[in-house]
T-cell receptor
Framework: KAGVTQTPRYLIKTRGQQVTLSCSPI?????VSWYQQTPGQGLQFLFE???????NKGNFPGRFSGRQFSNSRSEMNVSTLELGDSALYLC???????????FGPGTRLLVL | SQQGEEDPQALSIQEGENATMNCSYK?????LQWYRQNSGRGLVHLIL?????REKHSGRLRVTLDTSKKSSSLLITASRAADTASYFC???????????FGAGTILRVKS
């Protein structure tokens, strides 16, 4: 089976812009979750989608949003980017959240 | 604040030695998972231990869970250079469908 894929792998944006990241889960996985990883805050849970519905949400501002499509692919959007949004954004898929998560390689976002 | 805290923050050992990492958490959990991350890439799931289990093995990995002390340990036996990575514990809270990661232990295995 193909693993979790994320696009793009690297991204450079400027403050105030918005960005959309994409995640394709493992075939058959209907749960997709997103995480932000920074040196200061570590790995933090953003949200989880299942069957096109957001089921769980972490403590992030409303600038962070996501959606899931009928084929389970998911996108994450960050609006009005801030310098502190620079991070590695990881997507994971699973059969049953939050048990065994299969992670993608991540998208490294740099906000200038 | 993060649920899980790993100890030590960093560990450097020789190839062939055993490596032990510890994780402490604050609230009741359903299960605890360990993940490995190589050089800022995606995480790889290593093992899941449920709250009613005390010990679990997978290859060279041994995980223990002590719910009375709210702690877990990951033992990697006969370490290899390829084990060099960051190791994270992640807990599923008992009263919230959420996965919370610790700060991680950086393991360096010297050949």
């Amino acid at each position: 089976k193909a693993g979790v894929t994320q696009t793009p792998r690297y991204l450079i944006k400027t403050r105030g812009q918005q960005v959309t990241l994409s995640c394709s889960p493992i075939s058959g996985h209907r749960s997709v979750s997103w995480y932000q990883q920074t040196p200061g805050q570590g790995l933090q849970f953003l949200f989880e989608y299942f069957s096109e519905t957001q089921r769980n949400k972490g403590n992030f501002p409303g600038r962070f949003s996501g959606r899931q499509f009928s084929n389970s692919r998911s996108e994450m959007n960050v609006s009005t980017l801030e310098l502190g949004d620079s991070a590695l954004y990881l997507c994971a898929s699973s059969l049953s959240f939050p048990e065994t998560q299969y992670f993608g390689p991540g998208t490294r976002l740099l906000v200038l | 604040s993060q649920q899980g805290e790993e100890d030590p923050q960093a560990l450097s050992i020789q190839e062939g030695e055993n490596a032990t990492m510890n994780c402490s958490y604050k609230t009741s959990i359903n299960n605890l998972q360990w993940y490995r991350q190589n050089s800022g890439r995606g995480l790889v799931h290593l093992i899941l231990i449920r709250s009613n289990e005390r010990e679990k093995h997978s290859g060279r990995l041994r995980v223990t869970l002590d719910t009375s002390k709210k702690s877990s340990s990951l033992l990697i036996t006969a370490s290899r250079a390829a084990d060099t990575a960051s190791y994270f514990c992640a807990t599923e809270w008992e009263y919230g469908n959420k996965l919370v990661f610790g700060a991680g232990t950086i393991l360096r295995v010297k050949s």
